[in-house]
T-cell receptor, first 115, second 115 residues
């Protein structure tokens, strides 16, 4: 079975500060990892994904994440927070084994950006 | 290219009733997945359909069912509604080719309230 742990249900940063949202996964097979963002009363929007290849993945809106197999982590970062980044962020995992699509999500991290 | 369309956006039902939610995937996508999102349980996988066949199913009671039509549109049905079924129901579409993992694109969701 796969699982995702997002450390910190709520992260608060100042505008212009570094954003770091933590995600650790558990998977017995090579994982495929995703970060999604959700704004109030909206669906999920994909920020970035890791499937295979380069472990540093760049996404939209200046976000990036690094896949670290040894640490089973896929933390999301952004060098400088913007007010518009305030939202809830979800890390998700799936694998090529079995059927697609069955994403397993973390509980989410609510990001607050203070002016 | 049009995104994933879910209808209706909001729904209020009474306990014991049944409800049908609809999802139109991105043109050309053959996989449709459904997720339930609640504050307590987070995002949970309901089921996935590919070419009119259910490929995967989550741990939900039999009151939750779905189907997919030949044009890839999907519906999910919940019978004998309970208060605990109040949630945001999200539909996701992806190309779905077996063994190929790509990102899932989510709709804006249907907010179901059971009173």
């Amino acid at each position: 079975a796969q699982s995702v742990t997002q450390l910190g249900s709520h992260v608060s940063v100042s505008e212009g500060a570094l954003v770091l949202l933590r995600c650790n996964y558990s998977s017995s097979v090579p994982p495929y990892l995703f970060w999604y963002v959700q704004y109030p009363n909206q669906g999920l929007q994909l920020l970035l994904k890791y499937t295979t290849g380069a472990t540093l993945v760049k996404g939209i809106n200046g976000f990036e994440a690094e896949f670290k197999k040894s640490e089973t982590s896929f933390h999301l970062t952004k060098p400088s927070a913007h007010m518009s980044d305030a939202a809830e962020y979800f890390c998700a995992v799936t694998s090529s084994g079995g059927s697609n699509y069955k994403l397993t999500f973390g509980k989410g991290t609510l990001l607050t950006v203070n002016p | 290219k049009a995104g994933v369309t879910q209808t209706p956006r909001y729904l209020i039902k009474t306990r014991g009733q049944q409800v049908t939610l609809s999802c139109s995937p991105i043109s050309g996508h053959r996989s449709v997945s459904w997720y339930q999102q609640t504050p307590g349980q987070g995002l949970q996988f309901l089921f996935e359909y590919f070419s009119e066949t259910q490929r995967n199913k989550g741990n939900f009671p039999g009151r939750f069912s779905g189907r997919q039509f030949s044009n890839s549109r999907s519906e999910m049905n919940v019978s004998t509604l309970e208060l605990g079924d109040s949630a945001l129901y999200l539909c996701a579409s992806s190309p779905g080719s077996p063994g190929v993992i790509t990102e899932a694109f989510f709709g804006q969701g249907t907010r179901l309230t059971v009173v």
